[in-house]
């Protein structure tokens, strides 16, 4: 700014540098407005893929070469690059979503996106945005009681009707994946895999899916119990036999096969023949070891580590099969499967660490050999073996099988469901329209544009279904401002490209998707509306080009800029840094 000297002549006030050279800072509505627009770009990436209608992304990553087919929201935020820091929030909340509940992660950014997009026009309007937090975090504790009164309850019933409700809530999460064409092949098939597990530990390692190309997805089949691929094996191998019926297993971490020592052990040996001695005693430890296997009586012997020719052959000889180098999470489901505990030593085989199986047999699936352990009696794990044509398309049938799974495992914890299809979205809308009327001031407005984001969902429904959005909104709030509740469970009926109730067409979320994706739609919502500026600090090499420029004579500028990083004071530097230009010159 100018300020007047003494003598009423203009005094020039030195420029105050806090930040580094090469530092990229906004401040204000401008930046808040910027940040919300890069919301909102990566809202547009993924909006499509909402529902049953919704279109797939192919993603193709150029480093590693490998392309991706998805229509998982999660999937899709993890795979592209995104570098905006406020973008990155809607990143956050997907993957969180994915982690906490497993489906509803496009749902989750939609609705933030939504939120911001309500908040950017009063924002733009000089609307200081912590009046707009406030209202969003009133309008989320509102609908998240709301969303409580308006779930249903689909637990204490008998086995045989739980089973049915489980899987139309399986249904309803495939409908909107790449396997929704075989829903009722995959329906069943997910919901027996999760009832399989302990109804406390529902873990999701506990249930294996194991993809082999070939064959259509209908081959795919549930082994009730461990299933996997036939590991690197030795000469003898196939001299083993293949199946048995109950057979004892063992589960080892030990090596079986012939080592030389492994600290690099040195021998002297003054005789030739002590040589010998030494190879008996390694021979004999490792017979020692074969010995107490098969003297444990089991007759599946699977080891983490190497069962070299030596080991092979010899349980072949004694009609043993074995299998080595088996991976640790397949071991950790073969222990849960047959009751057995994987052993580190040989040396102590009691019959209690033994597992037990109905039935073990090697069997040919596509082009590929897998061991499968069948009919165990107190397996709490199963594996899903799943074909199909082409690679991506059976890694994304796994992502959609993995969404669906973690749906119903939801649903057995948590047992209430509330309506999809939009219609929950819809019901808290004009809940929280009806809410906002009440209230004098500001946030009255901010309450109503909470509840206009809200009919987001059943509008991008409509949307990708090719359907008029307006019109099916119209009429669900029609049906939604009915007194008494009586449409409060319409929402878009995908069937038949009208409203109808989604609740009697078995369209169903648990109650959790809904709670976590709004809870962690308006906390993303309020992070990035509460941010008023971005700094960007410099990268390293940013600053050392401005140290180059300077020592390459560039000029006063960059002479000031490289004193400037020096810390001296800034106004004398100026000054010296042109002489110092000149000089140089002159020299030179």
């Known amino acids: 700014g100018v300020m007047m000297g003494p003598n009423g002549q203009p005094m020039m006030m030195p420029q105050i540098v806090l930040l580094k050279e090469g530092t990229d800072s906004s401040q204000g509505t401008a930046q808040l407005v910027s940040n919300i627009n890069a919301a909102l770009a990566i809202v547009d990436i993924v909006r499509t893929t909402l529902g ?12 590693k070469g490998q392309s991706t087919i998805s229509n998982d929201g999660a999937t899709i935020m993890k795979l592209l690059d995104i570098v905006h820091p406020a973008a990155k929030t809607l990143v956050d909340i997907a993957r969180s979503q994915d982690s906490e509940v497993g489906d509803g992660t496009t749902t989750v950014v939609l609705l933030a996106g939504e939120m911001l997009r309500e908040a950017k026009q009063y924002v733009e309007d000089g609307v200081h945005p912590q009046l707009i937090m406030r209202a969003f975090r009133t309008a989320q504790q509102l609908a998240t009681r709301r969303l409580r009164e308006l779930a249903v309850s689909i637990a204490g ?10 899987i139309k809530c399986a249904k309803t999460s495939m409908n909107s994946k790449l396997i929704g064409g075989e829903k009722d092949f995959f329906g069943p098939m997910v919901v027996d895999a999760v009832l399989t597990t302990e109804k406390d530990d529902l873990r999701e390692s506990l249930i294996g899916i194991k993809k082999v190309t070939g064959g259509t997805m209908r081959d795919s089949f549930l082994v009730n119990g ?8 030795y000469a003898g191998f196939e001299q083993q036999p293949k199946a048995f019926e109950n057979p004892k297993v063992l589960l080892l971490n030990v090596e079986l096969e012939l080592k030389s020592e492994k600290e690099n ?23 020692k070891k074969l010995d107490a296997c098969v003297a444990s009586g089991a007759k599946v012997v699977l080891s983490r580590l190497a069962i070299g020719d030596l080991g092979t052959q010899y349980f072949a000889d004694r009609d043993i099969f074995c299998a080595g180098r088996v991976a640790e999470d397949d071991m950790i489901r073969v222990a849960k499967a047959t009751g057995g505990m994987m052993q580190t030593t040989v040396s102590n085989l009691v019959p209690e660490v033994l597992g037990l199986c109905g039935a073990f047999e090697e069997r040919q699936v596509g082009n590929e050999r897998y061991n499968l352990f069948t009919g165990c009696p107190s397996t709490t794990t199963c594996t899903i073996v799943l074909r199909g044509g082409a690679e991506q398309f059976i890694e994304e049938s796994e ?15 948590h047992a209430e469901v509330v309506p999809g299809g939009g219609a929950i979205d819809m019901a808290l809308s004009s809940h929280l329209r009806a809410h906002a009327r009440t209230i004098a001031g500001k946030s009255q407005l ?3 544009a909470f509840a206009k984001a809200l009919e987001v969902i059943p509008r991008q429904l409509c949307e990708n279904a090719g359907l008029d959005a307006t019109d099916m909104l119209n009429k669900l709030r029609q049906k939604h401002a009915l007194p008494d509740g009586e449409g409060a469970r319409f ?17 169903w979320e648990p109650l959790l998707v809904k709670l976590n994706a709004l809870a962690a739609a308006t906390e993303a919502a309020c992070v990035i509306l509460s941010v008023d500026e971005t700094v960007k600090n410099p990268s390293s090499d940013e600053v050392g080009g401005w140290l180059r420029a ?7 500028a960059a002479a000031a800029a490289c004193a400037a990083e020096r810390d001296d004071e800034c106004s004398v530097a100026s000054g010296e840094a042109l002489i110092g230009a000149h000089t140089s010159r002159r020299v030179r």
């Open 52 to 63: 049953p209608r919704g279109m797939d992304k192919l993603v193709v990553d150029k480093n």
């Open 157 to 166: 019933k008998d086995e045989a009707e739980r089973r049915d409700l489980l």
């Open 226 to 233: 461990v299933a996997f691929k036939k590991t690197f094996s």
């Open 265 to 287: 052990a040195e021998i002297r040996l003054k005789d030739p023949l002590e040589y010998q001695k030494i190879v008996d005693a390694e021979w004999n430890i490792i017979y």
């Open 399 to 413: 992502r959609s099988l993995h969404d669906a799974i973690c749906i119903v495992r939801r649903a057995v914890k």
């Open 446 to 448: 901010f309450i109503a």
């Open 491 to 507: 929402g878009i009926d995908m069937e038949g490209a009208c409203v109808g109730d989604t609740f009697e067409l078995f369209v």
């Open 550 to 556: 300077a020592a390459a004579g560039g000029g006063a």
